[in-house]
C-alpha cells in the first residue's frame, strides 16, 4: 500500500509499486497534463514536483514522473501542473511569466517548463550557484535558468523562455524564504498545510496483499533508488517486478563528518551533494563541477550507488569519488526488518571503490548486496581537487571523456635525508599524496595507479605533468566509438590532465 498526497488529494493504492508516476498520473488519475515526451529522462515534458518534509519545512525538488517509481511518491507531496492552478483561475506568476515573454507556442513543453521554474520559485534552502549561496524566492537568475536545463524546447526558443525566467528574478513583495504552512505567491494556498498532511502519511510502501496477485517478484533481488538508469535501461521489467525502493530509506542517506573521515549515505543525490555545507566547505568549486552531471531533475534523482552499480565506463560520480580514493560500505543479508525499518544488524564490509570495477559491468559484489555509504579521507592541509569532463554538448550530456584529481602538496616538504638538507631549498610544491581517476578510456572507470604513485613526492611542474601523461598513455585503453575515436579520446584525457594542473595551480610557470 503507498501512501501520497497528488497536488490536494490524499492517495492510497496498491497499484504495483514500480508503475511509473507518469503513467499513474496520466492513466490513474486523468491528469492529462503531464506529458509524455522521451521517457528517457531527456526532455523535461513529464517534469513534476515532490515535496518532502525536511526540517519541518516542505522542500520541493523537480523530477521527471517517466522514470519515477511510484513507491518513490510514498510520504510525499505530488505536484502536476493541475496542482499549482490558482483557485480563482487566474495565473500563478511563473505562468503570467511564460504569457508575458511569449514563452510558449505549441505548449507540449510548456508544463515541464512552468513546473521546473515553479519549483526553483519554491525551493526554500539554501541555494548554490557560482557567486554566491542564496536563500529563497527566484531572484537568483542563474539558478532560475539552470532549472531548466532539463527542459527541451522544439518551437518556441529558448530567448523567450530565458527572459520569463528573467522577469521571475524580480520576486512578488510576498516571496522569499518561506516558512512551512505560509504561503507561497507561487502556487495554490492549498499548499500551506501540505506539511501537516504530510506527517500523517506512511512514508515507506508496505507489502502488497498477496491475493492481488501482483507483483512479480524476480529470482534475483533488484535494487531500484533514484530510477534514472533502471527506467532507461529495463522499464518495463522495473515495472513489472517487485524491486528493494532505497531511494527514500533513511538509512541510507545523509552526509556525515566523521572527523576524519567523510560519510555519504548511497542514496544521497548530486543534488544533495551540491547544497550541503559539509561538501561545499571542502570542495569551493563543486556546482562547477557537479553541474556539468546530466540535469536538474535527474540531480534531484541520481543516487551515488546508482552511479557507481550501474557502472559506466564514464559515470561522473564514480570518477569524482575515485579521486578521492574513497572506499564502499556494502551490507548483505539477512537485513534486520527491510528497508522500512533499516539496515542495521546487516553483514557489513568496505572495499576501495577502485576494486569495486572487475570487468565491463562487472563488480566485486554479490546480487543481494546494497551499497550503504561511500567514505573518504577528510582533506586536511594543502588540498587541490578537479574535476574535468567533455562531451559532445556542454550540459545534460554523458562524457566523451571525464578526469579528477585530488592533490595534497608537503606543508612542510618530504623527510629530506640528513646529508641533502644543505642542498633542498622549498619543498612546499612537492606531493605528498595523488589520486588521478578518468571514465570514457577502459571498460570500467579507471583508477590511474601507476599515474597517481608517480606524482607522488614529485615537483608541481610542467615536467612532472608531461612525464605523468605518458604514463596515463601506457594505463589506458579507449575504444573508438560513438564518443570519438582512440586516437581522440587519448588526446582528451592528455589535454585535460594539463586542465587539472592550469585549474589547481593558476600561477604555475
Ligand atoms: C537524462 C539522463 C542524463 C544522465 N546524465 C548523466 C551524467 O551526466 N553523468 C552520469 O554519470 N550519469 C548520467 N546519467 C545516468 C544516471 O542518472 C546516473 O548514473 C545515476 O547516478 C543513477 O542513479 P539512480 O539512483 O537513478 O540509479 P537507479 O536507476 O535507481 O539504479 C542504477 C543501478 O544501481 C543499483 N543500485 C541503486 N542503489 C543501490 C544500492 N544502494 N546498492 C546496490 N545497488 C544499487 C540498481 O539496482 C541499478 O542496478 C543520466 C541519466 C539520464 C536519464
Ligand atoms: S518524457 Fe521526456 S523526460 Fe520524461
Ligand atoms: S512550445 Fe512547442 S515544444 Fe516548446
Redesign the pocket.
Known amino acids: 500500500m503507498i501512501e501520497f498526497i497528488l497536488n490536494n488529494h490524499d492517495i492510497t493504492t496498491d497499484l504495483p509499486s514500480g508503475m511509473t508516476v507518469l503513467d499513474f498520473v496520466r492513466y490513474r488519475q486523468n491528469l492529462k497534463g503531464t506529458k509524455i515526451g522521451c521517457r528517457?529522462?531527456?526532455c523535461g515534458a513529464c517534469t513534476i514536483l515532490v515535496g518532502e518534509l525536511v526540517d519541518e519545512k516542505v522542500r520541493y525538488r523537480s523530477m521527471t514522473s517517466c522514470?519515477m517509481p511510484l513507491a518513490n511518491a510514498a510520504g510525499k507531496h505530488i505536484v502536476t501542473i493541475e496542482g499549482i492552478n490558482p483557485e480563482d483561475g487566474s495565473l500563478t506568476p511563473v505562468q503570467q511569466a511564460m504569457v508575458d515573454e511569449s514563452g510558449t507556442q505549441c505548449g507540449f513543453c510548456t508544463i515541464g517548463f512552468v513546473m521546473s521554474l515553479t519549483g526553483h520559485c519554491l525551493s526554500s534552502g539554501d541555494r548554490v550557484s557560482s557567486t554566491h549561496v542564496s536563500r529563497g524566492s527566484c531572484s537568483d537568475l542563474e539558478t532560475a535558468i539552470s532549472a531548466i536545463d532539463g527542459n527541451i524546447c522544439r518551437c518556441t526558443g529558448y530567448k523567450s523562455i530565458e527572459r520569463a525566467a528573467m522577469r521571475l528574478s524580480e520576486p512578488p513583495a510576498s516571496a522569499g524564504d518561506q516558512k512551512a504552512d505560509e504561503k507561497s505567491p507561487y502556487v495554490p494556498t492549498y499548499f500551506s498545510n501540505i506539511s501537516s498532511r504530510i506527517k500523517s502519511l506512511r512514508k515507506a510502501t508496505q507489502s502488497i496483499p498477496e491475493e492481488t496477485g501482483r507483483p512479480l517478484t524476480p529470482a534475483v533481488p533488484?535494487?531500484?533508488?533514484?530510477?534514472?538508469?533502471?527506467?532507461?535501461q529495463k522499464p518495463d521489467f522495473f515495472t513489472e517486478n517487485e524491486s528493494d525502493h532505497?531511494?527514500y530509506d533513511d538509512d541510507?542517506r545523509g552526509i556525515r563528518d566523521l572527523g576524519d573521515y567523510i560519510e555519504i549515505g548511497?542514496?544521497t543525490t548530486v543534488t544533495d551533494l551540491l547544497e550541503t555545507p559539509v561538501m561545499n566547505a571542502i570542495f569551493p568549486d563543486l556546482y562547477k563541477h557537479l553541474k556539468l552531471?546530466?540535469?536538474t531533475p535527474?540531480r534531484n534523482?541520481?543516487?551515488l550507488?546508482?552511479?557507481f552499480?550501474?557502472a559506466?565506463p564514464?559515470?561522473?560520480?564514480t570518477v569524482w569519488f575515485l579521486a578521492l580514493d574513497s572506499s564502499i560500505l556494502m551490507s548483505s543479508p539477512p537485513y534486520e526488518g527491510g528497508v522500512a525499518e533499516g539496515r542495521g544488524g546487516s553483514l557489513t564490509r568496505e572495499i576501495p571503490l577502485a576494486d569495486f570495477y572487475l570487468g565491463y559491468k562487472q563488480l566485486a559484489k554479490s546480487d543481494d548486496e546494497?551499497?550503504t555509504a561511500v567514505r573518504f579521507k577528510k582533506p586536511f592541509g594543502d588540498f587541490r581537487f578537479n574535476f574535468e569532463k567533455v562531451c559532445k554538448r556542454t550540459y545534460?550530456?554523458?562524457a566523451s571523456v571525464n578526469t579528477a584529481i585530488s592533490l595534497k602538496l608537503y606543508e612542510e616538504g618530504p623527510p629530506v635525508p640528513e646529508i641533502l638538507r644543505s642542498k633542498v631549498t622549498d619543498q612546499r610544491s612537492k606531493i605528498e599524496l595523488a589520486h588521478v581517476s578518468a571514465g570514457g578510456v577502459a571498460p570500467i572507470p579507471l583508477y590511474l595507479r601507476k599515474t597517481s604513485a608517480f606524482l607522488i613526492d614529485k615537483e608541481v611542474s610542467e615536467e612532472t605533468i608531461d612525464l605523468a601523461i605518458e604514463i596515463i598513455q601506457d594505463e589506458i585503453s579507449p575504444i573508438s566509438d560513438v564518443r570519438g575515436s582512440d586516437d581522440y579520446k587519448r588526446l582528451l584525457l592528455r589535454q585535460l590532465f594539463r586542465a587539472h594542473f592550469v585549474e589547481m595551480f593558476p600561477d604555475m610557470k
Open positions: 528517457e529522462g531527456d522514470l533488484t535494487f531500484v533508488a533514484g530510477g534514472t538508469d533502471t527506467y532507461v532505497l531511494f541510507l548511497a542514496s552531471v546530466s540535469s535527474i534523482m541520481a543516487t550507488a546508482g552511479n552499480v550501474n559506466s564514464i559515470g561522473d560520480m546494497i551499497i545534460l550530456d554523458i
